[in-house]
């Protein structure tokens, strides 16, 4: 099946908006979080929201950064595997908590602010949460106009 978008992706209609997601990303990161925590909560997102342009781009992109396959494989089972540091399991965490924000009534337990607290400076962190809410807009935007993913041959 192939999906058809309702229209332009909104962002690219509005350019101010791009230059507000440009900020974003350089801000995030440049805070000191390893670019690879950054593409696999970015991945992890977009899997858990079924963002099929951002999954997309986000394994591409995480490929391109030197990620391996087998990380990415395992990305949707990570607390089952041996493939990820603490940090990344602390970010991921950080990651499909602020992620399913309805799913409790604390959305972002203390346990899981506090792992990730362990890990990363007061900085980093606040690259994690805005890079997290960046990646949660585009998931927006792309599921609620359809985005497709790209098709790519061979």
Known sequence: ???????QNPATLLPDVVK?????????HSAGVPGSTLELVHLRASQINGCSACV??????????GETEERLFALAAWRETP?????ERAALAL????T?????????????????ARHFEEKELAALVLWLATTNFFNRLNATTRQPAPQHWG
């Open 56 to 65: 997309d781009s986000g394994a591409r992109n995480a490929r391109k950064a």
């Open 1 to 7: 099946m192939s999906v058809q978008a309702r229209m």
């Open 95 to 98: 990651a499909e908590s602020a």
């Open 83 to 87: 493939y990820f540091t603490d940090a």
């Open 100 to 116: 399913r924000l309805a799913d409790r009534a604390d959305p972002v337990p203390d346990e899981v602010w506090n792992e990730a």
């Open 20 to 28: 507000a997601i440009n900020l974003l990303y350089k801000a995030a």
